[in-house]
């Protein structure tokens, strides 16, 4: 008798997805909305999150069951979900292999994975995240722990970092610590906390919006770390190792919330699909039309994209427009003429009831919605309205049907 395993047929559709979150979703809602058939989204995972939430959730002013959705309720009728990893993906023939061995071939190939949380990149960081002072808001699981840490603190020091290099929407490991601070100081006991914002870059942000930020942080009292990175974590002595301008430092804490260093996934980078030399590991696309210089059938949208502006939902969202146009369009033997052009948005939660909507361009330029409101930028009440109530409607009901 023969030990042979017969081989798996191959699946084959028009239009394949990988990544069944924001990007994946949207964009194949809107494709079916241009009449595009046979689209397929690779997902393994049961559940959909909305992301922005999970630092309102960590801040205290969200639920988390307001976060997430089964992600079969969320797949456009008439798109096929497969719910499998990605293992390796083929370019030259047009396929992508899932963790079961199955093969999937393609016409059009739309590259919508997400990003990776790199964990373990900083010492001792994954096993301190088991202890009780150490979190992050940028897992689901841990947001809830983020919360109780921070509405528990009294006194002490609390560290707040972002990381190093590519991350999707870099600013919002600053937005529990406003909210934070600001529930701190209607208890009374801000004066008796130490707040220390640990960023990688030379400003807390960009140009047109640090001095909006830098107000609060001054009305906080927050200790603003620039050109700083996290080296190392000890959860059991709660210190953590700073690199910054005057080298290392060990710094001990009561609370640490981190941002965790991010890449491409890992069969993402081991693929054909991003650029000669670049160990990012990102899918290497034309910066407006978004399709792949050298497989003109492939293209890439959100984190996983090496386009030139910053990894957010609000980027996403307009990427997604741009992809599915070009992708109907190359469809029906018509040219890809869809550009996106290159807008990003981080609205930072600068209080429980406030937020400073920054959106600007690849080159970190403002450009705001609305041309001739530049003050869009300046802390707001409606806007956080906006963040915190209209946005998530507007995601559930309008982003990932295709709608907006």
Excluded at 87 to 96: K, Q
Excluded at 116 to 137: C, E, F, K, N, Y
Excluded at 206 to 222: C, M, N, S, V
Excluded at 289 to 294: A, E, G, Q, V
């Amino acid at each position: 008798m023969s030990d042979a395993v017969a081989p798996v047929t191959p699946i084959r559709h028009r239009v394949v997805v990988i990544g069944g979150g924001n990007g994946g979703v949207s964009v194949a809602a809107r494709l079916r909305r241009r009449g595009v058939t046979d689209i397929a989204i690779i997902e393994p995972r049961g559940a959909h999150h909305y992301k922005p939430l999970f630092s309102h959730v960590a801040g205290g002013t969200a639920r988390a069951s307001e976060t997430v959705r089964a992600q079969r309720s969320v797949i456009p009728p008439g798109v096929r979900w497969i719910r499998d990893a990605v293992a390796e993906v083929h370019p030259e023939d047009h396929a992508v292999s899932l963790s079961d061995g199955t093969r999937v071939e393609y016409d059009q190939l739309i590259v919508s994975p997400g990003i990776q949380l790199d964990w373990d990149r900083i010492p001792g960081l994954t096993a301190a995240l088991d202890t009780p002072a150490v979190s992050s808001h940028y897992r689901f699981d841990l947001a809830k722990k983020t919360s109780r840490l921070l509405r528990d603190v009294t006194s002490g020091t609390v560290v707040f970092v972002q990381p190093d290099g590519p991350a999707s929407c870099a600013g919002a490991g600053q937005k529990p610590m406003y909210q934070a601070c600001d529930y701190w100081r209607a208890r009374g006991v801000l004066d008796a906390i130490r707040v220390v914002l640990v960023v990688p870059t030379h400003s807390v942000f960009l140009a047109p919006f640090d001095a909006e930020l830098e107000r609060k942080i001054a009305e906080y009292g927050i200790e603003l770390r620039t050109s700083t990175t996290l080296a190392a974590v000890d959860g059991e002595t709660q210190t953590v190792t700073l690199e910054g301008p005057g080298g290392r430092e060990e710094l001990a804490f009561d609370v640490l919330n981190v941002e965790p260093p991010q890449s491409a996934p890992d069969w993402l980078k081991a693929s054909a699909l991003p650029a000669e030399g670049d160990d990012g590991g990102f899918v290497e696309v034309d910066p407006e039309t978004l399709r792949h210089p050298r497989f003109p059938d492939v293209w890439a949208i959100g984190d996983a994209a090496a386009s030139s502006n910053s990894k957010c939902g609000g980027a996403l969202r307009k990427q997604t427009w741009a992809v599915a146009e070009n992708v109907a369009a190359v469809l029906a033997g018509r040219q890809a003429s869809a550009r996106y052009d290159g807008y990003g948005v981080c609205p930072f939660t600068v209080s429980r009831s406030s937020v400073v909507w920054a959106e600007f361009d690849d080159h970190g330029a403002q450009k705001p919605t609305i041309p001739f409101f530049r003050g869009m930028y300046r802390e707001s009440r409606l806007s956080w309205i906006a963040d915190r109530h209209i946005l998530p409607w507007v995601y559930w009901n309008l982003i990932l049907t295709g709608r907006v």
